[in-house]
């Protein structure tokens, strides 16, 4: 399927969030996989971005979501391919500042329905995952590289590296450094063994 190119009269009914559009095309944003009414009041993407459709099955078809804002399909987005959505941006930008505000504004939705949904989805909060994937990143680091905790701490997406350590060991019971230790050591007993 060929993309149609975005016009300028395309472009600015996006930049205004123009109603009299909405049944002329989608738009769909690749950097999120979301596609969008063009009156929709999320933030206006880059247009680089930005790809066109004649309707939103034409963008189904090429593999993007319904935004849960502007329901492009007419249909809600199920609560939990919305906590999919949700946790994908995470994984894939753990290591950046991460607000509620900046999920809600990515995936489409009001930073206390996010909230809400998320939990109910996960049984967590999306703090706390965001936390938990960070913490999971940094044994990662520890077990496979020799970088200092502070670099770690920046790697994960957390400047403060006091609070990285405070942090990891809520979640692991460990502190960073400790954590190393242990798992060097684990590895020397286990090679031992295999000897």
């Known amino acids: 399927m060929i993309q149609d190119p975005i016009s300028?009269?395309?472009?600015?009914?996006?930049?205004?969030?123009?109603?009299?559009?909405?049944?002329t095309?989608?738009?769909?944003?690749?950097?999120?996989?979301?596609f969008c009414k063009p009156s929709c009041k999320s933030k206006a993407p880059l247009k680089d971005n930005v790809r066109i459709f004649k309707d939103s099955k034409e963008a189904l078809?090429?593999?993007?979501?319904?935004c849960k804002r502007c329901k492009p399909t007419g249909e809600r987005l199920p609560n939990e391919e919305w906590a999919a959505q949700i946790t994908h941006f995470i994984d894939m930008n753990y290591s950046e500042e991460i607000t509620l505000e900046l999920?809600?504004?990515?995936?489409?939705?009001?930073?206390y329905h996010l909230h809400r949904t998320?939990?109910?989805?996960t049984g967590m909060t999306p703090t706390a995952y965001i936390q938990q994937v960070r913490v999971n990143k940094a044994c990662e680091y520890l077990n496979h590289s020799k970088l200092s905790i502070a670099d770690i701490a920046h790697a994960v997406g957390i400047a403060n590296t006091p609070y990285f350590i405070t942090l990891f060991k809520k979640k692991t019971g460990h502190t960073p450094a400790i954590y190393r230790q242990l798992q060097h050591n684990k590895l020397q007993r286990e090679g031992l063994n295999h000897e």
Do not use: M
């Open 103 to 111: 999920l809600a504004d990515k995936c489409h939705g009001s930073p």
């Open 25 to 34: 095309f989608i738009y769909a944003v690749q950097t999120t996989g979301i």
């Open 118 to 121: 998320f939990k109910q989805v």
């Open 61 to 66: 078809d090429a593999n993007f979501r319904p």
């Open 8 to 23: 300028n009269d395309q472009w600015q009914a996006i930049l205004n969030n123009d109603t009299s559009y909405d049944h």
